[in-house]
């Protein structure tokens, strides 16, 4: 059962949440558990109380209700450090947060360790302030000052409890003069709601002060036949959050300058979380739109989104893009490929799967966009895995037309105005295989026009709506399917796009496991890479030159691990 009291060394009370909150989400008759002894009906019967529980938390009510539980909380203590406030995971959505409470006489900031016997200590300095008071309203500034830095009211998570073992929590009070204060505590780790490994499989084992950046690993999309979640891992390989979603996926994180932290909880929400876990804004797009794959923050803080449009004649899915106002909840149209690229859409096969619903039948996934990166001039980067290309388009959000194309040209054959978009290359290499998580580098020194593109190369050659193209025209493509093939591999690939003399370059490339599907890359504040080789659920980041520094494997009961990324998440839970 969620405990939620006040806290001193010489007197601890736990208040109990009245049963209009869902208590159950934490029962163990909801864990979802391994025994051989549990039938799959029985284990069908969990996994669908655990997802009527997990759709509770996602309602304004629950929010709602947790906010007033803490405010009743907050009224009965927290004046001092030696009687904080405590509550396990108020809101619902971090199965393994703490949320913490209390008051001193003068500003201090707070930093926190974690302990528990057999696992690395996790210390963070908590993020405070920012706009707004209590009860989860407050909204933690995207930057921060020193003033914002030290604190009276102290108000924040502590994340990265190890569940169901005892972890000795350390807070350190400095005030702006440098004197420090202490205060432990001892808490018991709550139950994960999922199946996930606490410690994640080192096949490579980092060395001694390797470093690894200094955020979190966000595993989106573990693509489980039963709940679905979105982990949160350090980078010695240990689950420090565990945040339950409604179904499908969360594909990235994105930041607003409100506080909140956008990701999605479905193909058809996107929710504005807090930096204590409330829910502060729900959006559901409604009936014509499904989201999938990738979305971004425009600069009027909108999220624009790769989506399916519902209910076509056609049956064609993943093509389209719309935007979402993240104040209204409006949803609208921005781009419909099939429009852009009427005759080549018609030339191919009707075939292929909607991802984002897997029940769907007789799709036609005849460009299948991935990714979506926003650029400074009000364009997009597009990347179709279906064609293999990549794609810009002008003007996104008021009369997009396509700016250049990049790939195997020869995918076009028979569209000469398609292909006189095509960029020049530069060089001589291999165009990319199904090609995931293109991403926008920029540099100043490169001058206007000119920047880079990372990406995930899975060189992979298949496309069920051209089933009569030849990718092997393509040097080094691999057409195997299973990424166990030992004669494949994918790659991380940089190129230098010049749009001023309309060419593309290789700058740097190298291999990594192999996975024909999904996987991610980024390239870290360190200038380490982080990459995801989903198929085989490896995540390893590597040095810029290709040295591999570490790698983890994820085995729980999943498909794949769509994508990895690192946050800081400074600003948000963390200073």
Same mark, same amino acid.
């Given at each position: 059962?969620?405990?939620?009291?006040?806290?001193?060394?010489?007197?601890?009370?736990?208040?109990?949440?009245?049963?209009?909150?869902?208590?159950?989400?934490?029962?163990?008759?909801?864990?979802?558990?391994?025994?051989?002894?549990?039938?799959?009906?029985?284990?069908?019967?969990?996994?669908?109380?655990?997802?009527?529980?997990?759709?509770?938390?996602?309602?304004?009510?629950?929010?709602?209700?947790?906010?007033?539980?803490?405010?009743?909380?907050?009224?009965?203590?927290?004046?001092?450090?030696?009687?904080?406030?405590?509550?396990?995971?108020?809101?619902?959505?971090?199965?393994?947060?703490?949320?913490?409470?209390?008051?001193?006489?003068?500003?201090?900031?707070?930093?926190?360790?974690?302990?528990?016997?057999?696992?690395?200590?996790?210390?963070?300095?908590?993020?405070?302030?920012?706009?707004?008071?209590?009860?989860?309203?407050?909204?933690?500034?995207?930057?921060?000052?020193?003033?914002?830095?030290?604190?009276?009211?102290?108000?924040?998570?502590?994340?990265?409890?190890?569940?169901?073992?005892?972890?000795?929590?350390?807070?350190?009070?400095?005030?702006?003069?440098?004197?420090?204060?202490?205060?432990?505590?001892?808490?018991?780790?709550?139950?994960?709601?999922?199946?996930?490994?606490?410690?994640?499989?080192?096949?490579?084992?980092?060395?001694?002060?390797?470093?690894?950046?200094?955020?979190?690993?966000?595993?989106?999309?573990?693509?489980?036949?039963?709940?679905?979640?979105?982990?949160?891992?350090?980078?010695?390989?240990?689950?420090?959050?565990?945040?339950?979603?409604?179904?499908?996926?969360?594909?990235?994180?994105?930041?607003?300058?409100?506080?909140?932290?956008?990701?999605?909880?479905?193909?058809?929400?996107?929710?504005?979380?807090?930096?204590?876990?409330?829910?502060?804004?729900?959006?559901?797009?409604? %009936?014509? =739109?499904?989201?999938?794959? !990738?979305?971004? #923050? +425009?600069? $009027? /803080?909108?999220?624009?989104?790769?989506?399916?449009?519902?209910?076509?004649?056609?049956?064609?899915?993943?093509?389209?893009?719309?935007?979402?106002?993240?104040?209204?909840?409006?949803?609208?149209?921005?781009?419909?490929?099939?429009?852009?690229?009427?005759?080549?859409?018609?030339?191919?096969?009707?075939?292929?799967?909607?991802?984002?619903?897997?029940?769907?039948?007789?799709?036609?996934?005849?460009?299948?966009?991935?990714?979506?990166?926003?650029?400074?001039?009000?364009?997009?980067?597009?990347?179709?895995?279906?064609?293999?290309?990549?794609?810009?388009?002008?003007?996104?959000?008021?009369?997009?037309?396509?700016?250049?194309?990049?790939?195997?040209?020869?995918?076009? %054959?028979? =569209?000469?105005?398609?292909? !006189?978009?095509? #960029? +020049?290359? $530069? /060089?001589?290499?291999?165009?990319?295989?199904?090609?995931?998580?293109?991403?926008?580098?920029?540099?100043?020194?490169?001058?206007?026009?000119?920047?880079?593109?990372?990406?995930?190369?899975?060189?992979?050659?298949?496309?069920?709506?051209?089933?009569?193209?030849?990718?092997?025209?393509?040097?080094?493509?691999?057409?195997?399917?299973?990424?166990?093939?030992?004669?494949?591999?994918?790659?991380?690939?940089?190129?230098?796009?010049?749009?001023?003399?309309?060419?593309?370059?290789?700058?740097?490339?190298?291999?990594?496991?192999?996975?024909?599907?999904?996987?991610?890359?980024?390239?870290?504040?360190?200038?380490?890479?982080?990459?995801?080789?989903?198929?085989?659920?490896?995540?390893?980041?590597?040095?810029?030159?290709?040295?591999? #520094?570490?790698?983890?494997?994820?085995?729980?009961?999943?498909?794949?691990?769509?994508?990895?990324?690192?946050?800081?998440?400074?600003?948000?839970?963390?200073?």
């Amino acid at each position: 059962m969620r405990r939620m009291s006040t806290s001193a060394p010489l007197h601890k009370r736990a208040i109990l949440w009245g049963t209009a909150i869902l208590t159950v989400l934490v029962v163990a008759g909801l864990c979802l558990t391994s025994e051989s002894d549990v039938t799959a009906s029985v284990r069908q019967r969990r996994v669908e109380r655990l997802n009527a529980a997990v759709e509770n938390v996602y309602t304004e009510g629950y929010q709602r209700m947790a906010d007033e539980q803490l405010a009743e909380l907050r009224g009965e203590g927290g004046q001092g450090l030696d009687a904080m406030v405590l509550a396990e995971n108020p809101y619902g959505t971090n199965t393994t947060s703490l949320y913490v409470y209390f008051t001193t006489d003068a500003p201090a900031k707070v930093t926190y360790t974690v302990s528990a016997e057999g696992y690395p200590d996790f210390t963070r300095t908590a993020q405070e302030g920012g706009a707004g008071g209590v009860a989860g309203t407050m909204a933690a500034s995207a930057d921060l000052d020193g003033s914002d830095a030290y604190q009276s009211v102290h108000e924040f998570l502590v994340l990265g409890l190890i569940p169901r073992v005892s972890n000795t929590i350390t807070f350190t009070l400095e005030d702006t003069d440098g004197n420090t204060t202490e205060r432990t505590i001892t808490r018991q780790g709550p139950k994960l709601l999922g199946d996930e490994e606490v410690r994640l499989e080192a096949t490579v084992a980092p060395a001694a002060g390797a470093d690894l950046g200094d955020g979190l690993y966000a595993v989106l999309g573990n693509d489980s036949d039963d709940q679905d979640f979105m982990y949160l891992y350090d980078t010695a390989g240990v689950l420090r959050g565990e945040i339950p979603l409604l179904y499908y996926r969360a594909h990235r994180l994105l930041f607003d300058g409100d506080g909140l932290m956008w990701f999605s909880a479905s193909t058809k929400h996107l929710v504005g979380m807090n930096r204590l876990g409330k829910l502060v804004k729900i959006i559901d797009l409604g %009936d014509r =739109f499904i989201l999938h794959h !990738d979305y971004a #923050l +425009d600069a $009027d /803080g909108s999220i624009v989104s790769l989506a399916t449009e519902l209910g076509r004649d056609d049956h064609a899915v993943q093509d389209q893009v719309i935007k979402v106002d993240t104040r209204t909840g409006k949803v609208s149209r921005l781009l419909d490929a099939g429009e852009l690229f009427a005759d080549y859409k018609a030339s191919t096969t009707h075939a292929g799967i909607d991802e984002s619903d897997p029940t769907a039948t007789g799709r036609w996934d005849w460009i299948h966009f991935n990714t979506i990166q926003l650029t400074d001039d009000g364009g997009a980067i597009l990347s179709a895995r279906e064609t293999s290309t990549i794609i810009k388009i002008d003007d996104l959000e008021t009369d997009p037309t396509v700016a250049w194309m990049a790939g195997e040209r020869s995918v076009w %054959d028979g =569209f000469p105005a398609i292909q !006189d978009l095509f #960029l +020049d290359k $530069d /060089g001589d290499f291999p165009d990319t295989g199904g090609q995931h998580s293109v991403t926008v580098e920029t540099d100043p020194s490169l001058g206007d026009g000119r920047y880079y593109l990372t990406m995930f190369d899975n060189n992979f050659g298949y496309a069920s709506t051209r089933p009569d193209f030849d990718w092997t025209v393509i040097d080094g493509i691999s057409t195997a399917q299973s990424s166990k093939d030992p004669h494949s591999h994918s790659q991380f690939r940089r190129c230098l796009i010049d749009e001023r003399a309309g060419t593309y370059a290789e700058v740097d490339a190298f291999d990594v496991p192999y996975s024909p599907y999904v996987s991610s890359e980024q390239v870290l504040d360190n200038g380490a890479i982080l990459v995801d080789s989903g198929m085989q659920g490896l995540i390893g980041t590597y040095s810029p030159d290709g040295e591999l #520094l570490a790698q983890y494997r994820m085995e729980p009961d999943i498909s794949y691990l769509y994508r990895v990324y690192q946050y800081g998440f400074h600003g948000f839970y963390f200073q």
